[in-house]
């Protein structure tokens, strides 16, 4: 498999629930066969294990200060590691495990790229993130038949 895209947030709560539709889309779909979706749900540090080799990883979730009510931006994962404040609860999510994976794996950390949406995603929304997040995974597959 060439990638990964991995949903996260809490379909119950309409202000998290961003990656859990973007999974439901992608779900729907047929994919390509290279790509891996995974409902990461509020899974937090059980996610390390697929991160472990080295695929390219798409994050999907739900931010908060990063975009518009509306929009779709693109984040790294230090821009989301950066987030991380204090010790591990039960709200670090998301950060805590991008600033520690590099730390923990013993292989490279994978290229990873966060998809997120402030608010709540109008089904068009969902929709484009979705083909975005399909996108991305699918660019490291292009690039490895080139080279």
Do not use: W
């Not at 080799?53 to 950066?82: N, Q, T, Y």
């Not at 590099?102 to 966060?114: D, F, G, K, M, S």
């Amino acid at each position: 498999m060439a990638a990964r895209i991995i949903c996260v947030g809490n379909r119950y709560a309409g202000n998290d629930d961003f990656g859990p539709r973007v999974y439901d889309c992608l779900a729907a779909q047929s994919l390509p066969a290279d790509v891996d979706v995974v409902d990461g749900g509020l899974a937090g540090l059980d996610l390390l294990r697929h991160l472990e080799d080295g695929r390219r990883v798409v994050f999907v979730d739900a931010v908060a200060g990063f975009a518009d009510s509306d929009g779709i931006i693109l984040l790294s994962a230090a821009e989301i590691a950066s987030q991380c404040v204090g010790g591990f609860d039960h709200a670090a999510g998301l950060p805590y495990l991008l600033k520690i994976m590099p730390a923990i794996l013993e292989c490279p950390p994978p290229r990873v790229t966060v998809i997120g949406h402030e608010g709540v995603a109008s089904v068009q929304t969902v929709s484009a993130a979705a083909q975005l997040a399909l996108n991305l995974a699918m660019e490291d597959a292009e690039d490895a038949c080139s080279a």
